[in-house]
């Protein structure tokens, strides 16, 4: 078995130490006798796994004790709707902000519920950087504030909290939640789908403030409502058992590791890494402005035409799998989530300047 | 490693070597030198996965070309609210078939978008039989009717179609799907969580006439239209990737062991073997008319009350596990799923018996 440096920008790497436990845990769970995805979610056995996942997340995190932390299926785009079908009937129209593809589908959904405002934006053919806060036009009695806080597709991250008051905040942080330290008191809801940074698709995470649970319009499907969801522990219905089995090994993974402070470091690093390279490089360029730029998506082009299939075909001999841009944006995009080591990213670079060499 | 025999209701065993193939590429799936919980769900190694997947459910229940198959999440309980949000608009009030918990359910969330007719139903205190077909009420108007094929909790099953000419047929199937050969033609729509006979739970498959498909309110989240989905090849945002590998591994362990036809075959010696014992013994009763009585789920309750703790600690010590009956029915329930072998049914009789014969 060789196992290669896995780009994706999601479903994406996960810890190999995780891997190898879920691997020897497969046919026998701690001598339960059976395979985790085997086990009803109403028993002893799964009861532990998906308390001591939550108790993870929330020693990580930090999460007051004001939120409540939802385990749901349907990926972020099913928040895309749960979120104003639950949010919307508090206040008047609420305010988006538009940085990429995933913030603009939000945006999209939110408008099949009722009205909805753009606050902020960038062009849709020039997502390389957030809209400067003076540049906001929040409306004091919006029933939520919505962005996105790492665009995955474009590669643009905020690395500020915007500051909305008595305004809810609500932020997509799928492909950037656990990279680092987090202020969750500053926010009214948080969402990740988990195929980035915390495990397998089919699950997303919801953290979410008490005062936000109740108001869901009676159009929101029964499965959609945050309240019910938080009533009943994450299992209304049966939740995706072993995607949140996975999860609790990641979350112990980095509690092992440091925690939060120390994966920040690592992917600083990492990130300062390749962007360095690139930008000191005459073949490569990353379009976003650099107080913006995601440290753990990583869009880059070749400036010659012509020559991105061979890259690609060269990476991939190498173990360097992955790495083929969003196809709204062509090129090149290295995803650096937390199970991405830096030996990844400098077998990357040191292809990148070897290729450089040969066609630069 | 002992493995136990998992007679849970959902999640529920699952084929062994099915586990085993899982664990043996776990880190490394075909040379890929990746998890399938690491590929990316537009890349070729997993557009294959769910190829085959789709092929292979295809062959089993001979699905005909004008059905789409949707692997999606959520569970059958996002099913109750998208079912009303996709089919509503094509007729008048649908009509409902009420014979259990999930039934019920299922009427419950459909009433949220809109006026809704019970055709027939057991009462709540008695849902031991199928209502007679001499007394369904249908509306030949109806938009749609349904029904739940196997009720999971009270282990009523129907073994004959409804014929509701020219108005669709929707079914639960979730815990029978795949239990033996059906006509998948005489349906509209077939829904099944995957967590009994099919798979890992976070994934549900949706079996769909293409007529079926584009009539979606306006206000149905997009991720809940199934024309949406039917057209991006169930992947208009990353599907459970994992659940439905596995899912795939089982329809190929199915196919392998004869199919719909062999499997049948097998459910039938194994429910009989267990109802036989039982209607011959002075200790257990199964409280199901016997034409109505479930292949897949077997409740009974002990004649003697006070000894359930004792018979399920018994049973327990034997590696006969999860046999505890679901909270509103009390006593014992016993599924039967597709991935149960007949020693486990063998043993769990030969338990009883002993049993019967301490306590009887």
Not at 20 to 27: F, I, R
Not at 75 to 81: I, P
Not at 133 to 154: F, I, K, M, Q
Not at 241 to 264: C, E, H, M, Q, R
């Amino acid at each position: 078995m060789t196992r290669v440096h896995n780009f994706s920008a999601g479903p994406a790497a996960l810890p190999e130490v995780v891997l190898a436990q879920a691997q020897a845990e497969m046919l026998d769970w701690e001598g339960a006798g059976m395979s985790v995805m085997e086990m009803s979610h109403r028993g002893r056995e799964f009861g532990q796994i998906i308390s001591e996942a939550e108790a993870d997340l929330r020693t990580l995190l930090a999460v007051p004790g004001n939120y409540r932390i939802l385990f749901l299926q349907g990926g972020a785009t099913l928040q895309f709707s749960a979120i104003p079908l639950n949010l919307m009937g508090r206040g008047g129209a609420p305010d988006y902000v538009v940085t990429g593809e995933w913030s603009s589908k939000a945006l999209k959904e939110a408008g099949r519920f009722g009205s909805v405002n753009v606050a902020a934006s960038t062009p849709a053919g020039a997502h390389d950087h957030v809209p400067p806060w003076g540049e906001w036009r929040l409306d004091p009695a919006a029933a939520y504030v919505h962005y996105c806080s790492n665009e995955t597709v474009h590669g643009v991250e905020f690395h500020w909290v915007p500051e909305t008051g008595g305004v809810p905040l609500v932020a997509d942080m799928s492909s950037h939640l656990l990279s680092g330290p987090l202020d969750v008191s500053r926010f009214g809801l948080i969402y990740a789908g988990a195929q980035k940074n915390i495990g397998p698709a089919g699950l997303v995470i919801v953290i979410v403030r008490d005062d936000l649970l109740g108001g869901a319009s009676p159009q929101c499907p029964g499965l959609l409502d945050y309240k019910l969801n938080a009533d009943a522990g994450s299992m209304p219905n049966t939740p995706a058992t072993y995607s949140i089995y996975i999860a609790g090994l990641v979350f112990k993974w980095l509690l092992a590791g440091g925690g939060l402070t120390a994966i920040d470091r690592a992917n600083d690093e990492k990130a300062r890494l390749l962007y360095d390279f690139i930008d000191s490089s005459t073949l490569y360029t990353n379009p976003v402005a650099i107080p913006d730029r995601s440290r753990m998506n990583v869009p880059f082009m070749l400036r010659r035409p012509g020559l991105d299939d061979g890259f690609l075909a060269g990476a991939e001999a190498r173990g360097l799998v992955q790495l083929r841009g969003h196809r709204s944006l062509g090129g090149m995009r290295a995803s650096l989530y937390n199970a991405m080591p830096i030996e990844g990213v400098r077998a990357l670079v040191e292809y990148m300047r070897e290729f450089q060499t040969q066609h630069g």
